[in-house]
């Protein structure tokens, strides 16, 4: 072998990276008709740690081969890179030899201690160390070699075309930067690392002598951020041999991407007269960007928070810069529930954001590793368990022609740790749970579907004034809804939906949907009325003050004055369990809830309404919760929910929840209230101030697919739907009162293809093999008392390829059983009646 080949297998070895000098590609097999477009894995420099041709060749071979496997379904395959902070952009002049200021540090180099000085007390975030003791230099023409290299390792292991991405982070993260901190401060403004830590996205800047790649006479003085930074990446991604860019941290929505409050909202009043300006500057940096580079793909991270949140908040008009045609892809889920575990906001943020799209395509992003914090999320904060990849990825948009969407790119951040190693034992763990998500992942409407009101709430917060309290608290309200247990996948738009089903009008006859109350003379309103006076199941939530009285009387709902603050709950309404039981008083915060509760039973004495909950104070009364439905409704059925999102402002960067052993946690209702609709879907924990499930229900090749978090392992949970108990396979369940009960792990994932009606008795519920020529799936069912259970075979499954057998075993030539095949408002199924003993069933 030469000599430099021995070298670098040396090289190889010390540093743990496998080599693989040759090798055809062979066919590739679709993921069972779910392939990504696109699989991005994103990566500092930190695994370069030797400046060396063949060294920089290996690794990019090893980052392939390390994913190989997932790899395998997609169709096109990028490499995001993070080099710096993005102020490799903002610096470059066009010269190849220019040193390269890079992310070589773990923690936060842009404080008032230099890097690996200061008392050892200090963290992380206060000062930062060098990730190796003499890290590599590199130039802009390295950076170039690098993603070269990237590129062509890339096609010759996987056999597809490899896009490189570049990034740009406003804020101090990642490297130092003279520019933002030292020469340029007048662009900061977002203080969500300190104050004024974030760059600007409508920034100006002040003049600047020196040379830059796209002013080669320098900046001059007021020009905008936007028009700068779009000139330079211009260069900069040609030069480089990039293919497109990402905004990290919310950059280019807004100037706070991390907080509940922002340039319209303190956390005491709501500025709406502020909005159309802030708004306009945001729009304008994208034009301006767009102006300057308008080749390149952006690609975006987002806010941490929600479409409604955002735009009361801090003016970030989504459905502008969506309609803008930027080329730009929507911003994914965030990160940050690793870090804090609020499943809640990830989830609304992610479904918010897709319930309108610029076109179908958008992504779900994992989080692996970090590069910069000395943390990796599934080796650590999640502790290798898969939550968050089954709940993202559970969730499904539908679109104007009710076509399910799936994520079309799936990113990694990212595939080296902070001290610049990749660990295999991250992408072996990891891939087969985004495979088995993607395998599981939705083909039709879950039981439950959030009607987004995206065009509703740009309407609202641009034309209609004194209404953005309704827009905040909207999406608020169903976050903490999902953080106590609403198991909420599938997302419409309303506009997308009213064209829906016109088009597929029994597309929701299994589902339950929410929405808000609609305005008054709107097509909504009528869409929504039409929907359940032909059979369809609708919980309305929030205020009614801009409701018409023909919605109201729908609702058979009446508004009166006003009341805030702590109200005594007249009924409890609780399904759930506690050995400490829950509070019996509320509060009711006006600022958070967009105004007072009003609301009241026009008529408690019609046929057909049945309260559920009502709030007393001081002698007065407000009904927040009832039911109402119709003989001439077709089986249809509205509840009306007032909803208190329990939740208030101190001072921090997100709403603080009120204390469940002060006050009751309103947005339980939210699940309490699927009761009226025969999902029944309870906890049992030990107290309030237990943190409960987070749970998602999907449906896939007409499966149940039942996801879950437990933040406490000891909570017991009960199911029971119109079908039946439902019985999650692989597992046994003691029967309590028709109920299936499952106590759970951290997190989990399981199909759920049976129901059954029972009253009590412990029942298990298993995969069999085939054993048999046009066989393809097997089950059975022990435990059977007399039980009527509700099969839902496969999509194409018909009564004349589905067997059912009772107390009978392989080569089942005995036992056969009477079935029927089922297709009405529990959607398609087969019906086996009178059941004692062992059920198999089969297709």
Known sequence: ???????????????????????????????????????????SLKPFKINEKEYIRAVATEMFTQWHSLLRHTDTVSVMLWTGDGSEILDYKGTPGQPLEWARYMGNPNTQHEVGSGPKALSIHERAYLYLENPPSFTYDDLRFIIGSLKEAGRKIT??????????????EFAKSEFKYRKHPEILGGSAMGHKSFVDCYAVLKADKDRYAGFPGGIPDRTAFGTFFGRQSRHFLTDMGFDYIWFSNGFGFGAEGWSSTGATFDGKAFKQDLLPAFSGKVLDFWKLFRKECPDFQIQTRGTNLSVGTDL?????????????????????NSPWAALDGDFGLEMIGYMSRMA???????????????????????????????????????????????????????????????????????????????????????????PLVWVYPFDEYHQWANHAPGRLPEVYYGDWFIRQAINNGLPLNTVISTTSFQAAIQQKPGLFRESVLITIAPDAGTTLEKALIGFVENGGKLIIFGPTDHSSDIFKSFLNLQNSTALEGEFRIKNLYLPDRTATGYPDIINHRSLFNGGGIATRIQNPKAPGTRPLVRFEQNGAFRDVAWSVQSPAWKGGKVVYL??????????????????????????????????????????????????????????????????????????????????????LLGLQ?????????????????????????????????????????????????????????????????????FQAYVNSAYPWKKGQWVFKEMNDELGHYFLVENVTGRLSFAW
Request: glycine share 8%; with cysteine; net charge positive.
């Open 1 to 43: 072998m030469p000599t430099r080949k021995i070298r670098l297998f040396c090289i190889c070895f010390l540093y743990g990276i496998s080599v693989q000098l040759s090798g055809a590609q062979p066919a590739l097999s679709p993921l069972r008709g779910k392939p990504f477009n696109n699989i991005t894995l994103e990566a």
């Open 159 to 172: 056999g597809k075309p490899v896009l490189v991405g570049a990034t740009f982070d406003p804020g101090p």
């Open 312 to 332: 009361a908040r801090d003016a970030v008009n989504l459905k502008n810069i969506y309609e803008g045609k930027f080329n730009m892809l929507p911003p994914p």
């Open 356 to 446: 309108e799209l610029p076109d179908n395509r958008y992504l779900f992003r994992y989080y692996t590793h970090d590069p910069w914090w000395l943390n990796s999320p599934w080796l650590d904060r999640y502790g290798r368990e898969p939550h968050d990849i089954y709940l993202p990825m559970s969730v499904c948009r539908i679109d104007k022609n009710g076509n399910i969407g799936l994520p079309t790119h799936l990113n990694f951040l990212t595939i080296d740790d902070t001290h610049g190693n990749m660990p295999t034992q991250v992408p072996d763990e990891v891939t087969p749970h985004i495979l088995k998500a993607r395998y599981d992942s939705p083909t039709a409407p879950g």
């Open 642 to 727: 007032r909803g208190t999102n329990s939740s208030h402002f101190t001072g921090g960067r997100l709403l603080t929840p009120d204390k469940p052993e002060q006050y009751f946690t309103g947005p339980l209702y939210l699940r309490y209230a699927l009761q009226e609709f025969g999902l029944n879907i309870f906890v049992d924990k030990q107290a309030p101030t237990i943190k409960n499930p987070v749970l998602t229900i999907a449906r896939s090749d007409n499966a149940f697919i039942f996801s879950g978090y437990h933040p406490n392992s000891t909570i017991r949970d009960r199911f029971k739907f119109p079908q039946g108990a439902p019985l």
């Open 733 to 801: 369940t003691v029967l309590e009162n028709g109920h299936s009960a499952y106590v759970l792990p951290t997190s989990w994932n399981r199909e759920c293809r049976a129901f059954v009606e029972q009253k009590d008795g412990m029942v298990s519920f298993r995969e069999l093999h085939s054993g048999q020529k046009d066989v393809d799936k097997r089950y059975e069912i022990d435990g059977l008392k007399n039980a009527t259970v509700r099969i839902y075979a496969g999509n194409d499954t018909r009564s004349d390829n």
